[in-house]
C-alpha cells in the first residue's frame, strides 16, 4: 500500500535520510524505532506529505506523492491520510464534534454527512457523552481519541502517528494502544507508529528500527 525507495533528506549539512526504503502492507500496525535524530519523524512527514525527500519516491496506492503539488497534493493527503501527533493538536476553541468534523468538511462534505460521521466515531471511541465539550474540558486520554477519531473521519487508507501516547499516563497509554490495534481489527485500518514506548512497539506486527537515517532492522514481514 505504500511503498518508500530510496528516500533521502537533508537539513543544510545535515544527512537525516539516507537512502531508506519502506514497505507498508494493508491493515499492518508497523512502528518505527529508534533514538533522537534517528530520522523516524522526519520519514514518517515525508510517508504523509507533509515534507518532500531530497530525492527517492513514495507511492501510496501506486499513487507517486512526490509529484503531487498543492491544491491536488492537499486533496490526496486529507482524503488519503490521517494523522495523531503526540499533543492531539485540537483547536481549542472548537468543541470535540466540531474538532472531528474539520477534516470532513475540508474534504467537501455536506455539514449534516459531516456531523454524523463525526458522532458515530465519537461514539464508538466511547465520548458520546462529550460531543458539545471544547478540549480544556476533556482529559489526556480523551483528548487523543478525538485525535484519533478526527483522523479516521475520512476513511483514510492509513493513519501516521508520532509518538501518540508520549504524553499520556501509562493507563491511557494501555488504552490507547488497545484502540488502535481493535481499530486494525474491526475497521481494517493501517498504522504508522514513531514511538519510543516499547510495550506499544513490541505489541506491532512489525518494528523497523532506525538510526543515523537508515532503517538498521526491516522487521518480519
Known amino acids: 500500500m505504500i511503498q518508500a525507495r530510496d528516500i ?15 514497505d507498508i502492507r494493508e491493515c499492518e500496525v508497523v512502528g518505527i524505532v529508534g533514538p533522537s535524530g534517528a530520522g523516524k519523524t522526519t520519514l514518517l512527514q515525508i510517508l504523509g506529505t507533509l515534507d518532500t525527500p531530497d530525492s527517492g519516491s513514495v507511492k501510496i496506492n501506486d499513487v507517486d506523492v512526490v509529484k503531487l503539488r498543492g491544491k491536488e497534493l492537499a486533496r490526496f493527503r486529507n482524503r488519503n491520510i490521517g494523522f495523531v501527533f503526540q499533543f ?12 472531528v468534523m474539520i477534516p470532513a468538511l475540508i474534504s467537501g462534505a455536506g455539514r ?3 456531523e454524523k460521521r463525526a458522532a458515530e466515531l465519537l461514539e464508538y471511541m466511547g465520548l458520546s457523552g462529550r460531543l ?3 478540549p480544556a474540558q476533556l482529559s489526556g486520554g480523551e483528548r487523543q481519541r478525538v485525535a484519533v477519531a478526527r483522523a479516521l473521519v475520512n476513511s483514510p487508507k492509513v493513519v501516521l502517528a508520532d509518538e501518540p501516547s508520549g504524553s ?4 491511557n497509554k494501555r488504552e490507547l494502544h488497545q ?20 510495550t506499544l512497539a513490541a505489541e506491532c506486527d512489525r518494528v523497523l528500527h532506525m538510526r543515523d537515517g537508515v532503517i538498521v532492522a526491516p522487521g518480519e514481514p
Open 8 to 22: 533521502t533528506k537533508r537539513f543544510g549539512t545535515l544527512e537525516v535520510l539516507r537512502g531508506v526504503d519502506v
Open 88 to 99: 492531539h493538536q485540537l483547536l481549542p476553541e472548537f468543541s470535540t464534534l466540531e474538532n
Open 112 to 114: 449534516a454527512d459531516a
Open 132 to 134: 458539545t465539550h471544547k
Open 168 to 171: 499520556l499516563d501509562s493507563q
Open 179 to 198: 484502540l488502535f490495534f481493535k481499530l486494525r481489527e474491526e475497521l481494517r485500518q493501517t498504522f504508522v507508529i514513531v514511538t519510543h514506548d516499547e
